[in-house]
């Protein structure tokens, strides 16, 4: 047998162990999720214009929720329509869950019930979490596998994404205003607006775009690219020389004795010395007309240092991000999917792990 | 040892880490913090507006930075809600919606569940575009943002009125990983229209770049994870939660503050032990050149 095979048995016998030791321990189980399903009924109306209103003012139609104190009104009635109705689910913690369990279940009231699809969706996370992380080990099947899946679903979501959150509303909603409406946004008013054949443009230069496929007609995409190129140069240039130039010589233009409450502050003046010296040397660092010898190449030098310490705190700044992300990940295999810790108090870890202990307890003295 | 260190495996190191950040999960670390001042800044940003000020969040982020960024998200909405300020939600990355959408169920409406959709708060969502989308909500919010995210027309939405553009807010907030994010909201908000009021909460690769804009162009800063244990201490001091403890939401930035010093001591010492076997290995070498 291989090393890294027995490695891998080794590693898959022992998580299996573990997940089992796990389970046995925990009367409450582990890694369950709930959810609070809330029953939703909307019901059908015409509002009559009250007594004493403008002649133009007629009987409205509208959808109201059916607890709404709007349908006990005189000059509201139910239409023939069947009520609309569906469930709203959203995510409670399991703690939520234990302290509802028993209540009666009241028709049309909201309740609390064990979802399969966000507990699957726990080990999944859990699984693929783990399948990333073993790529420290070696380059293994169960990692491509990961790999693959991250890089298919992430396409498959941006370009749903995409769809629904620029050609729908940007593009299509414009242009067919009445279908958008009746298919996909109901809220919106389904009428054309003032200019709405400007979405014309945009429909044109994206199609001009795709003529990149096409092998002749490659040309063409040329012409919405050179339009992008402007239109983004424009809107970067200007924006640009606001914040970056004008706004950060403003910023740089400091007092190099710094006073606070009438006395010489030495913290404020020696900082803004260093910004200073710094600048000037880091600018003198990129001067490239002049050769960076004597006095010139000395003030390059200590432009360099100052460089030198940016990168070292960029660096450390990315290292601090890159270990929030492991912690955050190791966090989420320790309390949502394993529940070790309840940082949140979100499954009652002190009763389980009281429990736990008593169950363990039992059966060594057994 | 010597031999034996030269040929360490990086497995070994992976391991190490594994540990360092693992074991103060599970066994928390007591630790202090100072807030610092740009920390207290961000604080104080939210703090000093009246009551019911108009306050936009924008969700610049997406679940591969949360890690980093949730916690400061949950801090900064929290100390919002508690200054009962009218909260506009929007995102320039299109996963920040969700996120957004989250924070309103776990933080405003369990710690401020009087708060109404469309009179005290409203979700306009994301919308294409980039830094275009600041630009065009700077001249015409309505134009940029038509619905909210139920698809209701903006103009509908108590909230709404008198909102022309993004200038009509009191403060803006960005909590950012990235493009589009700080930078975008510095260029196309903060220097278009100096004296508009805004803070970030940023992830570490992007805290560097967005240092000289402070305090001109950016009035407060939270620098990754740290800057968010740090806001979240004066948060928990300054707002206890309904019985009087601080919110179990509040506490994120401050537990990954434990992994982080166990992981930064390790990657010291693992730096300082590499330069020991350089050296050591270098005077050997040269003992060995010496004595042929």
Redesign the interface.
Same mark, same amino acid.
């Given at each position: 047998m291989k090393q890294s095979t027995l490695v891998w048995a080794i590693i898959f016998v022992l998580g299996a162990i573990g997940l089992v030791a796990n389970g046995l321990l925990r009367p409450n189980g582990f890694s369950k999720q709930f959810v609070l399903v809330t029953p939703v009924k909307f019901i059908e109306v015409d509002v009559a214009a009250p007594i004493g209103a403008a002649p133009d003012e007629k009987t409205v139609t509208r959808w109201v929720a059916s607890d709404s104190p709007m349908l006990s009104l005189p000059n509201v009635s139910r239409t023939r329509t069947a009520p609309v109705g569906w469930s709203d689910v959203?995510e409670v913690s399991a703690t939520e869950a234990w302290r509802r369990q028993g209540a009666p279940v009241v028709a049309g009231e909201p309740y609390v019930q064990f979802s399969w699809a966000n507990t699957i969706g726990v080990w999944i996370a859990a699984f693929f979490t783990l399948a990333i992380l073993s790529f420290?080990?070696n380059d293994n099947p169960v990692y491509k596998f990961a790999e693959s899946v991250v890089v298919g679903v992430s396409a498959a979501y941006w370009m749903v994404?995409?769809f629904w959150?620029?050609l729908v509303p940007?593009l299509a909603q414009p242009l067919m205003p009445g279908l958008m409406k009746a298919w996909a946004?109901?809220?919106?008013?389904g009428t054309h607006e003032s200019m709405w054949w400007v979405a014309f443009f945009p429909l044109g230069l994206g199609l001009m775009l795709l003529m990149r496929l096409s092998p002749k007609g490659a040309w063409i995409s040329v012409w919405p690219l050179a339009f992008i190129v402007g239109l983004t140069a424009g809107?970067k240039l200007v924006?640009?020389v606001?914040?970056?130039f004008l706004?950060?010589i403003?910023?740089s233009i400091l007092p190099l004795v710094a006073m606070r409450e009438g006395a010489f502050d030495w913290g404020k003046s020696l900082g803004n010395l260093t910004l200073i010296v710094g600048l000037l040397s880091v600018l003198t660092y990129f001067f490239f007309s002049i050769e960076h010898k004597g006095v010139v190449g000395k003030v390059a030098r200590v432009g360099v240092w100052f460089l030198m310490v940016?990168f070292g705190?960029?660096f450390a700044?990315?290292?601090?991000?890159r270990?929030?992300?492991?912690?955050?990940?190791?966090?989420f295999l320790?309390d949502d999917w394993l529940w070790?810790?309840d940082?949140?108090?979100s499954h009652t870890v002190v009763a389980t792990v009281k429990a736990a202990t008593g169950v363990l307890m039992s059966a060594l003295v057994t | 040892m010597l031999s034996l260190l030269e040929r360490i495996d990086r497995?070994v190191i992976?391991l190490l880490?594994?540990l360092a950040?693992?074991i103060p999960?599970?066994f928390?670390l007591p630790l202090d913090y100072k807030p610092s001042r740009l920390a207290q800044s961000v604080f104080d940003a939210i703090d000093q507006l009246p009551e019911g000020s108009r306050v936009c969040i924008s969700y610049d982020y997406d679940p591969?930075?949360?890690?980093?960024l949730q916690p400061m998200a949950t801090a900064m909405l929290y100390q919002a809600a508690m200054k009962k300020h009218k909260i506009f939600f929007m995102a320039l990355w299109?996963p920040g919606k969700t996120l957004g959408s989250e924070g309103v169920?776990q933080i405003l409406l369990k710690y401020r569940p009087e708060y109404r959709y469309g009179e005290d708060y409203v979700e306009l969502g994301?919308?294409?575009g980039n830094? *275009?989308v600041i630009?065009v909500a700077t001249t015409d919010l309505k134009l940029q943002f038509?619905?909210d995210v #139920?698809?209701?027309?903006i103009e509908r939405i108590p909230v709404m009125r008198g909102v022309a553009n993004l200038q009509a807010m009191d403060l803006v907030i960005s909590i950012s990983a990235g493009y589009p994010g700080s930078k975008e909201w510095?260029?196309?908000y903060?220097?278009?229209f100096p004296g508009e009021k805004f803070v970030t909460g940023t992830?570490?690769?992007q805290? *560097?770049s967005l240092y000289?804009?402070i305090p001109?162009?950016i009035i407060g800063m939270l620098?990754?994870? #740290?800057g968010a244990a740090e806001y979240e201490t004066i948060v928990k001091a300054r707002y206890p939660g309904p019985d009087g403890k601080p919110p179990?939401?509040l506490?994120?930035g401050q537990?990954?503050m434990g992994?982080?010093l166990s992981?930064?001591l390790l990657?010291v010492s693992l730096i300082i032990l590499g330069n020991v076997v350089f050296f050591l290995q270098r005077s050997a070498k040269r003992r060995k050149e010496a004595g042929r």
């Open positions: 959203t420290l080990w994404f995409a959150s620029t940007t946004l109901p809220g919106t008013s809107i924006s640009h606001q914040a970056d706004a950060q403003s910023n940016a705190a960029a700044f990315t290292v601090m991000g270990i929030t992300l492991l912690s955050a990940r190791m966090q320790f070790l810790i940082p949140n108090g | 497995r992976f880490m594994g950040v693992s999960i599970l928390p591969a930075s949360a890690g980093e299109g169920q994301y919308q294409t830094e *275009v630009k038509p619905t #139920k698809g209701t027309p510095v260029q196309y903060v220097s278009a992830t570490g690769v805290s *560097v000289p804009y001109q162009q620098g990754a994870i #740290k179990p939401e506490g994120e537990r990954r992994p982080q992981a930064h990657m």
